[in-house]
């Protein structure tokens, strides 16, 4: 009875029903009290303002037509040292210590008297190349970055943080090898100069960081660093520890240089993990919650 | 939890780190020893490949997989709420790194052995005892990362270490068995060789390290509050 009460106070129901409802309410006095609070709502219902028509919507239609749209806010200029400045805070302290340490033992060894020509140019680039693919290796992904649920919910592309902080890591191990090739031919370690010294491991370098950062973005900082590892320790066992007849070495001893085919692959290989990293929701991805 | 799905747990948090590198560290050698078959390599330089995939390879999958355990987990602070310690997790981890890097050397030595390959290397030290080749070894450098992940706090510096101390050892091998201490600590002793009579005492060696550098990882694993990254004591 009560719904009906409802409808009989706003005037709603048919004619049979009404004339039941008001046969009941002549015997209760408890739903006579019921309607008398229904119809003060009906009544109060009533004296609203009435939504708005359809003329709203025209004239908002009409405003976006006839006015011109805002301009697009532009970037202000300092907006990229703002993004270098805030992905630098979001680099891991360890990684950067942990990379001049090892850059340091480097020079301590390509100092050492020379087992023969070539020999602190080749340590510097069986060292310098690891060092900036181990830490490519843990810039990036929800597992190595404190950050990466929040920079994903930015307005800001999603490849653009990922080269602006590859950008910053790789700038910092150049600088260390840099200053590791200026340390060694400072010291006389090696007669060929510094630029030979560059050009042995500037290629190496290059070509792993940009491996490790493909395989970072497809599948993890975990695989990237073992390959990583595996290819590097491939280079140092090429140097005559295992036999190679078949020729299998050269292919790697090849891609240990700088040259013109290595420096390519690594920017394809950049290029490769730049479109990886805009595809996707991020944190929908696949076993973003399970880790294997 | 029981005994099983604990141990499956474990396996999926051990990292990729450590479950990749080992077969691709045997894996890489091998391939190279089959090509050099094909373009008629001799068989003791094929075996020689094979050795180097158990002494050389195997070894370091180990230590940069345990150098990689600490530091990185997050839910270490999880972890640490809970009644069993965090040093348990961290050793258990450690077992599924070693033994995950043992089987394959297992696998690769077994194969050795059953198809001849194992005799066409000379100083192979018999079947059963040849296996202190790869094992000696593995046990050196993965506690060693364990221990220099406990003592840095983080996979970065300990990885550094490992990969550090194995080039050390490749690149200066005569230099580091011009002396009898570091003779006896040589990684490579039976592919790079070394005085015969050493190489007993030279795995023997490795391994009382290996129970050393635990030993002193114990300690510094039972401080859990040193684990957890970005924390300052």
């Known amino acids: 009875m009560n719904e009906q009460l409802v409808e009989y106070a706003a005037g709603s129901l048919g004619q049979a029903d009404r004339a039941r409802v008001e046969e009941h309410l002549a015997g209760c006095a408890d739903c006579r009290a019921d309607l008398a609070g229904w119809a003060l709502l009906a009544e109060a219902a009533g004296t609203a303002a009435a939504p708005p028509g359809p003329d709203l919507v025209r004239g908002a239609l009409l405003r976006s037509a006839l006015v011109e749209p805002e301009p697009v806010t532009r970037r202000p200029a300092w907006f990229s040292l703002s993004l270098v400045l805030a992905e630098a805070r979001l680099v891991r302290v360890s990684v950067l210590v942990a990379s001049a340490l090892v850059m340091a033992l480097g020079v301590v060894m390509a100092a050492m008297p020379a087992a023969y020509d070539g020999w602190a140019g080749d340590v510097l680039a069986l060292v310098a190349p690891v060092v900036a693919a181990a830490g490519v290796a843990g810039v990036h992904g929800p597992r190595r970055d404190p ?7 930015t307005p800001t592309s999603p490849r653009l943080i990922l080269l602006t902080r590859i950008a910053l890591v790789f700038a910092y191990d150049l600088v260390l090898a840099l200053a590791a090739s200026g ?9 060929s100069g510094v630029r030979e010294l560059i050009a042995a491991w500037l290629g190496p370098m290059a070509l792993l960081s940009a491996l490790s950062l493909v395989l970072v973005v497809w599948v993890g900082a ?13 280079r140092v066992l090429a140097g005559g520890v295992l036999v190679d ?27 490769v993990a730049m479109i990886l990293a ?15 | 939890m029981r005994p099983l799905p604990l141990w499956r747990h474990e396996v999926q948090r051990a990292g990729w780190t450590a479950l990749l590198t080992p077969p691709l560290a045997v894996a890489a050698p091998l391939l190279i020893a089959f090509v050099d078959a094909g373009a008629s390599a001799s068989d003791r330089e094929i075996a020689q490949n094979f050795f180097g995939a158990l002494e050389m390879g195997v070894p370091l999958a180990a230590g940069i997989g345990a150098a990689s355990l600490v530091g990185r987990d997050p839910a270490a602070e999880l972890l640490l709420t809970t009644p069993e310690g965090y040093r348990a997790v961290l050793l258990r981890r450690l077992a599924v790194t070693v033994g995950w890097a043992a089987l394959m050397a297992v696998l690769l030595a077994g194969t050795m052995v059953a198809t001849g390959w194992w005799a066409r290397w000379p100083a192979n030290h018999g079947p059963l005892v040849g296996q202190l080749i790869w094992l000696a070894p593995t046990l050196g ?6 221990l220099a992940g406990a003592a840095f706090r983080g996979p970065a510096a300990a990885g550094g270490l490992v990969a550090i101390c194995w080039l050390v050892q490749q690149i200066f091998a005569e230099t580091v068995q011009e002396q009898g201490w570091s003779r006896l600590l040589y990684l490579f002793a039976t592919t790079r060789g070394t005085v015969p009579a050493d190489w007993t005492a030279n795995r023997i060696t490795l391994i009382a390290a290996a129970a050393v550098f635990a030993a002193v990882a114990w300690p510094l694993l039972g401080r859990t509050e040193r684990l957890l990254p970005e924390v300052t004591e």
């Open chain 1, 147 to 153: 950050a990466f649920e929040v920079v994903a919910a």
């Open chain 1, 278 to 292: 805009g595809r996707g929701e991020p944190l929908r991805r696949s076993r973003a919650t399970h880790l294997l």
């Open chain 1, 245 to 271: 007849v078949g020729g299998v070495l050269d292919v790697v001893r090849a891609a240990w240089s700088t040259n013109l085919a290595t420096v390519l692959t690594a920017a394809g290989l950049l290029a």
């Open chain 1, 222 to 234: 975990d695989i990237a660093l073992g390959v990583a590892v595996v290819l590097w320790a491939l």
């Open chain 2, 141 to 146: 450098l993965a506690t060693l990362g364990f």
């Open chain 1, 183 to 191: 340390v060694v031919a400072a010291v006389g370690a090696d007669p």
